[in-house]
């Protein structure tokens, strides 16, 4: 019988400013599953009471941001005027478009204590149509998000759409963000509710797909969604994320996704010299911001 695994990527350490994430995707042999095109594994991660997250005033365009947080909790700012905390199970949701600013901190009350921080950073291509649509906000509730039961499988859709359940969080293509918890050893055929690419992460626990056995810090890619299943050893949990990969290659630079690399080059000069227009400031967050990365030599990943 022929692997269904097509790939194994291992996390690799990545800076965000003052915080080390583990990086998912992308990676020189994989550089998208499905729309996604960008996963940030933030944490686990204990913060002394002089130590936080501050993520300034940084630009987007092309993509969409979901950010998920498993514990801790992240304070979102934006040029359209969005303030809100970020709390674990909830979903924010930012469609960046032509142009959107946004910062990510500590929240105040947060900033003298100690705390912790874990979660799950994660951008999503948009399709050609709307790359240069108007940038958009959307904050959901954990009670917002479809969660169920199955033969003791916990499920959860916080993005986008399978066979018989949809998430209200508005994506722009078809595609799918899923997680599943066990507390004991299942067998889960999930393939008949998926379609196009599929990649897996296990946060913790493992599982076997094939004979062989996976654990966290591992991106697993299936060659065809639809032969998706797997057994859990235990107590598990895990992602599985994808949907229908776009027609045009996405084009990458820093904080910026695009079909087409003279848009990507006109925020690069947008940025640089700060283009209110393009980029507005952020109410209440516009003291300092992230400068524009100078290009690195590309490693091989």
């Not at 999930?190 to 094939?210: A, D, P, S």
């Not at 848009?263 to 209110?276: C, G, M, R, S, T």
Request: charged share 25%; net charge neutral; aromatic share 10%.
């Amino acid at each position: 019988m022929q692997s269904n695994v097509g790939l194994i990527l291992e996390e690799k350490a990545a800076d965000i400013g003052n915080f080390m994430v583990g990086r998912l995707l992308p990676f020189r042999r994989k550089r998208a599953v499905g729309p996604f095109v960008f996963i940030d594994h933030m944490g686990p991660a204990c913060l002394k009471e002089y130590q936080n997250l501050d993520v300034p005033p940084h630009p987007h365009i092309g993509l969409s941001t979901l950010t998920y947080i498993f514990e801790g909790a992240i304070f979102h700012r934006d040029s359209l005027g969005n303030n809100i905390e970020i709390k674990p199970g909830e979903v924010n949701w930012m469609t960046a478009g032509k142009g959107v600013v946004h910062s990510e901190r500590t929240p105040e009350y947060l900033r003298k204590k100690d705390k912790f921080l874990h979660g799950l950073q994660i951008w999503i291509g948009l399709p050609k149509k709307l790359e240069q649509c108007e940038p958009s906000f959307y904050h959901f509730n954990k009670e917002d998000i479809p969660a169920w039961e199955e033969n003791n499988i916990s499920y959860k859709l916080i993005a986008g759409e399978i066979k018989d359940k949809k998430s209200p969080v508005p994506v722009h293509s078809p595609l799918y963000f899923i997680e599943i918890k066990t507390k004991s050893a299942q067998k889960i055929n999930i393939g008949n509710k998926l379609f196009g690419e599929v990649g897996m992460y296990v946060l913790n626990g493992t599982v076997k797909i094939e004979n062989n056995d996976y654990g966290s810090k591992q991106l697993l890619i299936s060659k065809n969604a639809s032969l998706c299943e797997f057994e859990t050893n235990g107590e598990t949990t895990l992602y599985l994320f994808g949907g229908e990969p776009f027609d045009e290659e996405r084009f990458m630079f820093w904080n910026f996704v695009n079909s087409d690399k003279s848009i990507l080059e006109q925020a690069k000069e947008n940025w640089k010299n700060q283009n209110l227009e393009a980029f507005p400031k952020i109410p209440n967050d516009n003291k300092d911001f992230v400068p524009l990365p100078k290009p690195k030599i590309s490693k091989k990943g």
